[in-house]
């Protein structure tokens, strides 16, 4: 019965040591659906000013005017069955590229679930949006969040990184 209970012991050990090992969401690109994800990106805002990412300025070029911006829509309900969410990136201008990256997630005992993941890549476009859904009949209340990265590229590339999070959606 001792070595039973060993055993178990062992075992509850080793299965929380492989949920606390799981991997931060360092880069804030893309995850992959089921990915756990870092709490703490819920510090970020949901609109943001695009700033210049360091070193990637050409020599002598512009810098990008201001007025570029990403935003993470807060995630809603829609119907009976579905929840909604959107990113976008924005410039009142065309650029030779401008991207968004987003994941709708959901938070969940062992961290933030990603259920849905789009982006776009656009060239000489002033926009790039996703919409992001999920299917949620029957499955309970959870937080829900939009997690987006954007860019654009001009002389340099600018970027930001936005989050919005909408608690208490019941399916």
């Not at 178990?8 to 492989?18: E, P, Q």
């Amino acid at each position: 019965m001792k070595f039973r209970t060993l055993v178990f012991s062992v075992a509850a050990a080793l299965s929380l040591l492989a949920v606390s090992t799981v991997p931060a969401f360092a880069d804030p690109g893309r995850a992959e659906v089921g990915q756990v994800q870092d709490p703490s990106i819920d510090n970020l805002p949901s609109k943001t000013e695009l700033t210049p990412l360091p070193g990637s300025e050409e020599p002598g070029a512009a810098a990008l005017p201001p007025g570029c911006w990403g935003h993470s829509d807060a995630p809603y309900k829609g119907g009976l069955t579905d929840v909604f969410g959107f990113g976008e990136t924005y410039c009142p201008a065309s650029y030779p590229e401008i991207y968004v990256d987003s994941d709708l997630q959901r938070s969940r005992w062992f961290g933030w679930e990603t259920l849905d993941t789009d982006s776009e890549r656009n060239f000489w476009s002033n926009r790039a949006d996703v919409d992001l859904s999920t299917y949620c009949f029957g499955e309970g209340t959870y937080d829900y969040r939009v997690k987006s990265y954007h860019e654009v590229h001009a002389s340099q590339i600018s970027f930001g990184n936005t989050v919005n999070r909408t608690n208490g959606i019941g399916c």
